[in-house]
């Protein structure tokens, strides 16, 4: 939920605390097999549930409604007050998986608020903005309390947002590429503003959920990292 803004809770428009503590009836959100569920008006095989981490301002709310609606937030920047979500089914292979995605806010003082839901999250996308260092540089500081907060299984993917900013630029991809490699996490640059690579960030977590739930016991494990690797777009938008 955005303050003073229209809020994006659900895909309704609503400014009230109605994304706080989980008062939407998804006390544990965790992956299950649902058959038969509806999602809205839509049916969905599998559930799970995503976080948006990072600090304030790097772009998550804007990610989300770029990835659900396909368009941009613009306008002046309003900070996300607590947390909230959105839901989106997706098709892997046949198989309608559902993503559960909170939207977290980034401000300190929602710390721990958001700490709360880490335990449910099957993964977790950790933005920051290319054109803040500030941002990179806490980056090690949310690991750690991924590490203290969430499930040992979760997916981590690292996005390094905004690349569309090329002239404003203080991270390199190299250095994104980097550290992600340093904590064995998947990583993409990407742009809520022109839509660069926010599709397969999602669709990347939907498969890794989708192959859990499916792997026989000889099938070889599916890598989330190598198959962003394999698939991420590293066109203009994103060269630093
Ligand atoms: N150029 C550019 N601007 C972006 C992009 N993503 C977000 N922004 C801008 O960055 C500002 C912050 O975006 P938000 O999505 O509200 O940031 P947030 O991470 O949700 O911030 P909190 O709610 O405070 O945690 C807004 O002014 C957006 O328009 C992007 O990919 N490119």
Same mark, same amino acid.
């Given at each position: ?49 995503? +976080? *948006?981490? %990072? ?10 409604? /770029?990835?659900? $609606? @396909?368009?941009? !937030? ?82 981590? +993917? *690292?996005? %390094? ?10 991270? /390199?991809?190299? $250095? @994104?590429?980097? !550290? ?61």
């Amino acid at each position: 939920m955005k303050n003073d803004r229209n809020s994006v809770s659900n895909g309704t428009v609503v400014k009230s605390n109605s994304g706080m503590n989980g008062h939407h009836g998804y006390g544990h959100p965790m992956i299950q097999r649902q058959p038969s569920r509806q999602c809205s008006t839509e049916m969905y095989d599998l559930s799970c549930k995503v +976080m *948006l981490i %990072g600090d304030s301002g790097v772009g998550k709310t804007c990610l989300l409604v /770029r990835f659900k $609606d @396909g368009t941009f !937030l613009s306008g002046s920047f309003i900070s996300t007050v607590g947390i909230d979500f959105r839901n989106k089914v997706v098709e892997v292979d046949g198989a309608k998986v559902k993503l559960q995605i909170w939207d977290t806010a980034g401000q300190e003082r929602f710390r721990s608020i958001t700490r709360a839901y880490y335990r449910d999250a099957n993964a977790l996308l950790l933005l920051y903005d290319v054109t803040n260092k500030n941002s990179f540089d806490n980056i090690r500081a949310w690991l750690a309390e991924i590490n203290e907060y969430a499930q040992e299984d979760v997916v981590i +993917m *690292l996005l %390094g947002n905004k690349c569309d900013v090329a002239g404003e630029r203080q991270l /390199r991809r190299e $250095d @994104g590429e980097r !550290l992600a490699k340093e904590y064995g996490v998947a990583f993409m640059e990407t742009s809520a503003k022109t839509g660069m690579n926010v599709e397969l960030a999602f669709m990347a977590v939907a498969r890794d959920l989708k192959m859990k739930k499916t792997r026989k016991p000889n099938e070889p494990q599916f890598n989330v990292a190598d198959y962003v690797d394999q698939e991420k777009s590293t066109s203009q938008c994103c060269s630093s």
